[in-house]
């Protein structure tokens, strides 16, 4: 099956921004790490990054018939799309949030996710390790792989 991961705004320049928050692992490397993740539990995975609200929801459209399910970290739009999610309930896909900080830790604004009323479920707070658990959330959802 293949599961598409989807990332946001600002999450391009991961390594460099706010690394005290965010780390110092890139998305090349968090993509990298969700290909080889992946291949080990018996999924295989699209990635895409995009700072734009719509070519999100074009992509979360695209992947109804390409694609099993999706991982999401929306970044800010999180806490403020209702089109993104409208487009998640849309594609009736299994959904799961994630972020690689633990936002209910953070500003009351971050504690509000619009996404988390159409995910499976929600990831947060444990890095790149967050889109791994992620996977194996997904794969157990779909009941296949290892
Ligand atoms: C984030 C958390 C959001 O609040 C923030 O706007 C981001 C990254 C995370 O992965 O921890 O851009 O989604």
Redesign the pocket.
């Known amino acids: 099956s293949s599961v598409l991961v989807l990332n946001?705004?600002?999450?391009n320049l991961l390594g460099t921004r706010q690394p005290e928050?965010?780390g110092s692992v890139t998305l090349a490397d968090i993509e990298g790490l969700c290909r080889s993740h992946a291949a080990q539990i018996g999924l295989t995975v699209e990635t895409m990054q995009s700072n734009h609200e719509g070519a999100l929801i074009d992509a979360i459209h695209a992947a109804r018939g390409t694609h099993a399910g999706l991982v999401i970290?929306?970044?800010?739009y999180?806490?403020t799309s209702i089109a993104i999610m409208d487009a998640v309930a849309s594609v009736e896909l299994p959904t799961v949030e994630?972020?690689?900080?633990n936002?209910h830790a953070?500003e009351p604004f971050?504690h509000r996710s619009y996404l988390a009323s159409v995910a499976i479920g929600q990831i947060?707070g444990f890095g790149a390790t967050?889109y791994t658990l992620a996977l194996d959330a997904l794969a157990a959802h779909l009941g296949v792989g290892a």
């Open positions: 946001g705004p600002n999450l928050v965010y970290n929306a970044g800010a999180t806490h994630v972020h690689l900080s936002i953070r971050r947060a967050s």
